[in-house]
């Protein structure tokens, strides 16, 4: 059975940080991309962040959060990270991670999301 879970949202005050979480199972992990998006109320998801499987690790993010976001990946825990900083009001959204196979793209799996409020 397939899972992403999603941790460590919550509330933060604007320049402040956050650590989320997604600890992944059923699948191989080190075989999957995983990927952080976002979904703002009355916005599209969107792509924040991607860290790639097979050994790379190689990640690309948003330009709205270079610089301030880093996407890591800890293969002994099946987990992925997004690290937050400088957070601002324009990040308050529900965090999503996405597993998806490095082959066959149409293999890919959701979390449930956390939550982010950026609020003084």
């Known amino acids: 059975q397939v899972q992403l879970v999603e941790s460590g949202g919550g509330l933060v005050q604007p320049g402040g940080s956050l650590r989320l979480s997604c600890a992944a199972s059923g699948f191989i992990f080190s075989l999957y991309h995983m990927s952080w998006y976002r979904q703002a109320p009355g916005k599209e998801r969107e792509l924040v962040a991607v860290?790639?499987?097979?050994?790379?690790?190689?990640?690309d993010y948003a330009d709205s959060v270079k610089g301030r976001f880093t996407a890591s990946r800890d293969a002994a825990k099946n987990t992925v990270y997004l690290h937050m900083n400088s957070l601002g009001p324009d990040d308050t959204a529900v965090y999503y991670c996405k597993a998806r196979h490095v082959v066959s793209k149409n293999n890919e799996y959701w979390g449930q999301g956390t939550q982010v409020t950026v609020s003084s």
């Open positions: 860290i790639r499987g097979a050994s790379t690790d190689s990640t």
